[in-house]
T-cell receptor, first 112, second 117 residues
Framework: SQQGEEDPQALSIQEGENATMNCSYKTSINNLQWYRQNSGRGLVHLILIRSNEREKHSGRLRVTLDTSKKSSSLLITASRAADTASYFCATDGGQAGTALIFGKGTTLSVSS | GAVVSQHPSWVICKSGTSVKIECRSLDFQATTMFWYRQFPKQSLMLMATSNEGSKATYEQGVEKDKFLINHASLTLSTLTVTSAHPEDSSFYIC?????????????FGSGTQLSVL
């Protein structure tokens, strides 16, 4: 099962530009996480934002969470070619026996 | 930091054979582990939840007799793809919760690329 949509499905930008990806979900959550995946590789955990938080920063990443709209956004500032990857949001119900449920992902392509 | 080891990282097998994938939490105990499958250019789909000492819980549409899950200890879960066919070719990835930090992020293995000829 999947939580919902990510928007856009694909994004192409130039180096130095900002990239914004949005994620919507359907159920109540304990936290929401963003992951990066390079082609054919494993997942890299980027950031976790809890349901009682509205915004979080980590380096060039900024994540917002709006629980009333059941949505989150990931902003990558000053993008680099190395940021080219697929980005997924994943929601966590927060109980010990529950899995992360992933969105469909955004494929980001940053050209130099 | 917590590490989840998954192997093999890739496997090629003939149609009709069985393939076992191991997922091991190296420095924490995981009461629960999760198995995902990812087809090319798609997202991760949860296949099943593996519970230590009890039967796995499978998501709708996942054949439990085809994808055998065993979670015999607090640090090891295995996924066996039985009688594999080309349509089972996919990227399989496991994740685990540290049972003492269940409210924190899950830890993921590096994945297994299965190619069935």
């Amino acid at each position: 099962s999947q939580q919902g949509e990510e928007d856009p499905q694909a994004l192409s930008i130039q180096e130095g530009e900002n990239a914004t990806m949005n994620c919507s979900y359907k159920t109540s959550i304990n936290n929401l996480q963003w992951y990066r995946q390079n082609s054919g590789r494993g997942l890299v955990h980027l950031i976790l934002i809890r349901s009682n938080e509205r915004e979080k920063h980590s380096g060039r990443l900024r994540v917002t969470l709006d629980t009333s709209k059941k949505s989150s956004s990931l902003l990558i500032t000053a993008s680099r070619a190395a940021d080219t990857a697929s980005y997924f949001c994943a929601t966590d119900g927060g109980q010990a026996g529950t899995a992360l449920i992933f969105g469909k992902g955004t494929t980001l392509s940053v050209s130099s | 930091g917590a590490v989840v080891s998954q192997h093999p990282s890739w496997v090629i097998c003939k149609s009709g054979t069985s393939v076992k994938i191991e997922c091991r939490s190296l420095d924490f105990q995981a009461t629960t582990m999760f198995w995902y499958r990812q087809f090319p250019k798609q997202s991760l789909m949860l296949m099943a939840t593996s519970n230590e000492g009890s039967k796995a819980t499978y998501e709708q549409g996942v054949e439990k007799d085809k994808f055998l899950i065993n979670h015999a200890s607090l640090t090891l879960s295995t996924l066996t793809v039985t009688s594999a066919h080309p349509e089972d070719s996919s990227f399989y990835i496991c994740s685990a919760r540290d049972r003492t930090r269940w409210n924190e992020k899950l830890f993921f293995g590096s994945g297994t690329q299965l190619s069935v000829l």
